[in-house]
């Protein structure tokens, strides 16, 4: 890209526009890149082999898969186990107190001056 930058450039003191050679000649470099990728890839293709198995070693991976139904289960039980493991919110028989309502322990003083100084 460097080099179309420099060529671009000269291309100006040939009183044509710069920035209509610069998109038809970035074009066509990516034009060249993607073929070049596409020929490696398949290149590299053709060179791969896909191992053959014999039939018996097939059945007998069959035998040794999981079933999958104890899987959703254990999925499960574990998401139970994360609700349980929540924190706990204790339960409160009066409402909340705000922080500037008076101190519900009679001081005359707001909350957050009060008892709700440690909070």
């Known amino acids: 890209m460097d080099e179309l930058k420099q060529s671009v450039q000269n291309a100006a003191y040939e009183q044509k526009d710069p920035l ?3 998109k038809f000649e970035s074009f ?8 070049k990728i596409n020929k490696s890839v398949v290149s590299t293709l053709m060179k791969g082999q896909i191992p053959m198995q014999e039939p018996e070693a097939v059945k007998g991976e069959q035998r040794h898969r999981t079933d ?4 959703h289960e254990g999925r499960s039980e574990a998401a139970v186990a994360r609700q349980q493991n929540k924190k706990a919110e204790p339960i ?3 409402p909340k107190t705000g922080r500037n309502e008076p101190c519900p322990c009679g001081s005359g003083l707001k909350y957050k001056n009060c008892h709700g100084k440690n909070e």
Request: overall charge positive; aromatic content about 12%; hydrophobic content about 60%.
């Open 92 to 94: 409160r028989v009066a």
């Open 68 to 71: 999958l139904s104890r899987l």
């Open 28 to 35: 066509n470099l990516f034009k060249v890149m993607v073929e």
């Open 20 to 22: 209509l050679i610069y």
